[in-house]
Nanobody, 123 residues
Framework: QVQLVESGGGLVQAGGSLRLSCAAS????????MGWFRQAPGKQRELVATITSGGTTNYASSVKGRFTVSRDNAKNTVYLQMNNLKPEDAGVYYC?????????????????WGQGTQVTVSS
């Protein structure tokens, strides 16, 4: 059973930093692309950053240059370093990975999510 457990959220002043962690289990972690999403109250969940099995990273334009995603395959953990935080960065941050599973009518993508960690940024 795949499990993703986030940690590291909290309250920080604007301009401050936080480092989120996501510990994964139940999968061959090094083979999977990992993603960080966030959801603010009343808004849709949005993709923040991804890192492939080979270490290629991509970022939403709103966080590029401020956030850094990284992974430690030996620890089965993905990180999100968030610098120069802004009030609009606040929300619940979720770790995600996607796999292909065999369904009754063919293969399909299945998303795994962590429970989320709250990030609050005071202005």
């Amino acid at each position: 059973q795949v499990q993703l457990v986030e940690s590291g959220g909290g309250l920080v002043q604007a301009g401050g930093s936080l480092r989120l962690s996501c510990a994964a289990s139940g999968l061959t972690f090094s083979r999977y692309t990992m993603g960080w999403f966030r959801q603010a109250p009343g808004k849709q969940r949005e993709l923040v950053a991804t890192i492939t099995s080979g270490g290629t990273t991509n970022y939403a334009s709103s966080v590029k240059g401020r956030f850094t995603v990284s992974r430690d395959n030996a620890k089965n953990t993905v990180y999100l370093q968030m610098n120069n935080l802004k009030p609009e960065d606040a929300g619940v941050y979720y770790c995600n990975t996607r796999t292909v599973v065999a369904g009754p009518i063919g293969p399909y993508h299945y998303d795994y999510w962590g429970q989320g960690t709250q990030v609050t940024v005071s202005s």
